[in-house]
């Protein structure tokens, strides 16, 4: 069984930051990639950021120059710096991981249960 619990979102006014967290547990035994995704209302589930086991990553054009995503592979950790955040950025933000839980065996998608960011003056 594998966890994966954000943190970090809230209110915040345009212009403003926010750092996502999500921590991964559990049986893993090698992760391919962490990252985010994000969904407004009305609105499909769309790719934020996302970095891969050697380091490389991918952005959205929409958040390129404003979001870092980092990882913390002893921690099994992905963080999300979130700045110059603007009113299209309010959505839920679910953290993926991409991973396997055992050796011979392929990846599988796992997913958070979501945290709300809200940018609004």
């Known amino acids: 069984q594998v966890q994966l619990v954000e943190s970090g979102g809230g209110l915040v006014q345009p212009g403003g930051s926010l750092r996502l967290s999500c921590a991964a547990s559990?049986?893993?035994?090698?992760?391919?990639?962490m990252g985010w995704y994000r969904q407004a209302p009305g609105k499909q589930r769309e790719l934020v950021a996302a970095?891969?086991?050697?380091?490389?990553?991918n952005y959205a054009d929409s958040v390129k120059g404003r979001f870092t995503i980092s990882r913390d592979n002893a921690k099994n950790t992905v963080y999300l710096q979130m700045n110059s955040l603007k009113p299209e950025d309010t959505a839920v933000y679910y953290c993926?991981?991409?991973?396997?839980?055992?050796w011979g065996v392929g990846t599988d998608d796992y997913w958070g249960q979501g945290t709300q960011v809200t940018v609004s003056s």
């Open positions: 559990g049986r893993i035994f090698s992760i391919y990639s």
């Open positions: 970095i891969f086991s050697g380091g490389s990553t």
């Open positions: 993926n991981a991409v991973l396997s839980t055992r």
